[in-house]
């Protein structure tokens, strides 16, 4: 699933999936820049670098997608509040998130 809106919506509108899945006995993991994980808890967190740095984000993408897949977790979020401009690399980044969650949402 990806929540893709400003960062604090995207904040916001995670933590209240996070609460509604925990509700339900459903094992969160979260795909998420470093800005949004100071903001929220799952069962499993990766970090994939500030929302600011689309590089680094891009760089650690594949590698969090295989972490939070081997990880004991039912459901991945991942932070749609990437980069302030939405280009370059970050649209890239946003767009191959995109392809990979079975669900939008667009705040």
């Excluded at 996070?18 to 808890?41: D, F, K």
């Excluded at 984000?57 to 991942?78: E, M, P, Q, T, Y």
Aim: no cysteine; proline share 0%; glycine share 8%.
């Amino acid at each position: 699933m990806l929540v893709r809106g400003t960062s604090s919506a995207v904040v916001d509108r995670i933590s209240e999936l996070v609460n509604e899945y925990w509700q339900m006995n459903i094992r969160v993991g979260l795909l998420v820049t470093n800005e949004t994980a100071e903001q929220v808890s799952a069962d499993k967190v990766f970090l994939l670098g500030s929302r600011y740095d689309t590089s680094a984000i891009a760089s650690n993408l594949f590698a969090g997608l295989r972490h939070l897949d081997l990880k004991d977790v039912d459901v991945i979020i991942a932070d749609g509040s990437i980069g302030s401009d939405r280009v370059g690399v970050g649209v890239a980044v946003l767009n191959r998130l995109k392809k990979a969650a079975d669900e939008l949402i667009e705040l």
